[in-house]
Each structure stands twice: as C-alpha cells, then as structure tokens.
C-alpha cells in the first residue's frame, strides 16, 4: 500500500471519531474501547481500489491478530471483510505499531479455537451469531516481517 495515498475512514461518524483518535495520539486514545483492545484495519476497496480503514476488537493467536466480521449479527459481510477477501494484503495499527499483514478467513477448524478467544473478549459475538444465518468468519491476520 502506498503512504502517499489517501486513507478513507469509516461512513460511521462514531467509527470514524474514533479512527482519528486513534490515529493523533499514536494509539493513546482508542487501543482500548469499552474494555476490549481495538486496531486500525487497512484494506483496499475491492471496487474502488481505494484505502479504507475501520477500527476492530481483535485478539491475539501466537504473533497473529485475529478479527470477527461480525457486522453486528446483520445479514450481510461488512465491505471490510469482502474487500480483504478480495486484496488480503492489509495494513494495521495496534497502539503505535503499524505493520504489513497477509488477511486470511480461518478455517472450520481453526475457527473452533479461536471464536472461544473472541468471545472472552467481546461476549456479544455470541448474540451476533444467534441474530444472523450467515456465518460469521473469523480473521487471521498474519504480520509480515
């Protein structure tokens, strides 16, 4: 990914305050949310080709990140999820570091061992999951060196 280009945020505004608090302290300000870890995730859009960056809880497996695409139990994927399908190079923040990351979508078996870790952070992923026929995917993210 390019430094020069321009980086989206989120639609949301709240997401958004949130990213740009994030982004000027360095980390400081955002790291934790409601009692859980968040990191800044950098995808490209799989339509646009545009940078875009949201905010995520996320837990860790070994040296990876893992993320859930939850979407709140709606229907559909979130466009972070289909556009790291897509393009599975992604840029992240956690606190101050940045790193270069390969996304992947856990396995079924995979998955079986790191939901228990996403749900003892965020017990709401549960509900999420009882809301919705989706499936909803857990990430591996996997930093680069």
């Known amino acids: 990914m390019a430094n020069n280009e321009v980086i ?14 994030y982004v000027e302290s360095d980390g400081q300000e955002g790291h934790e949310w409601n009692g859980a870890t968040t990191l800044l995730l950098t995808t490209r859009g799989r339509k646009s080709g545009k940078l875009r960056r949201t905010a995520l809880i996320y837990g860790r497996d070994g040296d990876d990140y893992i993320i859930v695409a939850s ?20 840029e992240i923040q956690v606190g101050a570091e940045k790193l270069t990351a390969t996304a992947r979508t856990a396995t079924p078996e995979e998955k079986a061992h790191l939901w228990p870790i996403m749900t003892e952070i965020w017990p709401a992923y549960d509900d999420y999951q009882e809301k919705t026929d989706r499936i909803i995917p857990v990430v591996i993210l996997e930093p680069q060196s």
């Open 8 to 21: 989206h945020d989120s639609p949301s505004d709240w997401v958004a305050e949130h990213i740009q608090n």
């Open 71 to 90: 979407r709140g139990g709606a229907p559909n994927h979130p466009s972070w999820y289909l556009n790291l399908v897509e393009n599975p190079e992604v």
